[in-house]
């Protein structure tokens, strides 16, 4: 496997008034194409400011990130734009579907504007939706609607989906079940996935786990024998 994310002596510093607030800092590592790699840490550890900057929703301070052998530190607004759109699926805790289409309307909506995107009705198929897709999310439990944002952000078949505190939302089984359909989605159709979670029982799925503190890394261990979700509990 190839590089597919590289970052180097990654930094983010917020000013607020006259403090400056060190939200990551000299953050170094690499991440294989196909990979699944939870990134744990508690609230204030800087997972969320990380994954800011993996997504090209924000720039370091200093430092480089690349994907797919393209840097993005060097991109303008529209160059990010076009990333995000193309390149990137995310998926939030909290859903973010629009309230006034469907299911299928809501994943609908993310291929119009893909270059490539997978077949809408195979993507429902196999976030388990075939019998709801015609639904609002109103009509639909949490985990359902989680299913349809990543049936949503697997659609434009981008080649990394970064997920944020997926499970946050969700009781115990539903989150399994969610997890189950991300480890299902990175094999099947071989995406990098990135779950940005505080949740440590999470951490024996993955093929990578990187903890962060204080805005560092502290760990970042290759898992040899990741377990099957029905097998964490929390």
Same mark, same amino acid.
């Given at each position: 496997?190839q590089d597919?994310?590289? /970052?180097?002596?990654?930094?983010?510093?917020y000013?607020?008034?006259?403090?400056?607030?060190?939200?990551?800092?000299?953050?170094?590592?690499?991440?294989?194409?196909?990979? !699944?790699?939870?990134? &744990?840490?508690?609230?204030?550890?800087?997972?969320?400011?990380? *994954?800011?900057?993996?997504?090209?929703?924000? $720039?370091?301070?200093?430092?480089?990130?690349f994907?797919?052998?393209?840097?993005?530190?060097?991109?303008d607004?529209?160059? $990010?734009?076009?990333?995000?759109?193309?390149?990137?699926g !995310? +998926?939030?805790?909290?859903?973010n579907l629009?309230?006034? *289409?469907?299911?299928?309307?809501?994943i609908?909506?993310?291929?119009e504007?893909? &270059?490539?995107?997978?077949?809408?009705?195979?993507?429902?198929?196999? /976030?388990?939706?075939?019998?709801?897709?015609?639904?609002f999310?109103?009509?639909?439990?949490g985990?359902?609607?989680?299913? +349809?944002?990543?049936?949503r952000?697997?659609?434009?078949?981008?080649?990394?989906?970064?997920c944020?505190?997926?499970?946050?939302? &969700?009781?115990?089984?539903?989150? =399994?079940?969610? $997890?189950? &359909? $991300?480890?299902? =989605?990175?094999?099947?159709?071989?995406?990098? /996935?990135?779950?940005?979670?505080?949740?440590a029982?999470?951490?024996?799925?993955?093929?990578?786990?990187?903890?962060?503190?204080?805005?560092?890394?502290?760990?970042?261990?290759?898992?040899?024998?990741?377990?099957?979700?029905?097998?964490?509990?929390?």
């Amino acid at each position: 496997m190839q590089d597919f994310i590289k /970052v180097e002596g990654l930094k983010k510093t917020y000013k607020m008034g006259e403090i400056e607030v060190n939200a990551i800092r000299d953050i170094n590592f690499t991440i294989s194409e196909g990979e !699944f790699v939870v990134i &744990l840490g508690p609230s204030g550890s800087g997972k969320s400011t990380l *994954l800011n900057l993996l997504g090209g929703m924000d $720039l370091p301070t200093q430092g480089t990130v690349f994907v797919e052998g393209k840097e993005l530190t060097t991109y303008d607004d529209r160059q $990010l734009t076009e990333f995000r759109r193309y390149k990137i699926g !995310f +998926v939030f805790q909290f859903y973010n579907l629009m309230a006034n *289409l469907t299911a299928k309307e809501n994943i609908e909506l993310a291929t119009e504007i893909a &270059l490539n995107p997978l077949n809408i009705n195979e993507i429902i198929q196999e /976030v388990e939706l075939d019998e709801r897709a015609n639904h609002f999310p109103s009509q639909l439990s949490g985990g359902e609607q989680q299913r +349809v944002a990543i049936a949503r952000a697997v659609a434009k078949n981008p080649g990394l989906l970064l997920c944020d505190e997926p499970t946050g939302a &969700l009781d115990y089984s539903t989150g =399994v079940n969610i $997890l189950k &359909l $991300l480890i299902r =989605v990175n094999k099947k159709y071989n995406k990098t /996935v990135i779950v940005i979670t505080h949740n440590a029982a999470i951490a024996g799925i993955a093929d990578r786990v990187i903890k962060l503190r204080s805005g560092i890394i502290t760990h970042n261990e290759i898992n040899e024998n990741p377990i099957d979700p029905e097998r964490i509990e929390w």
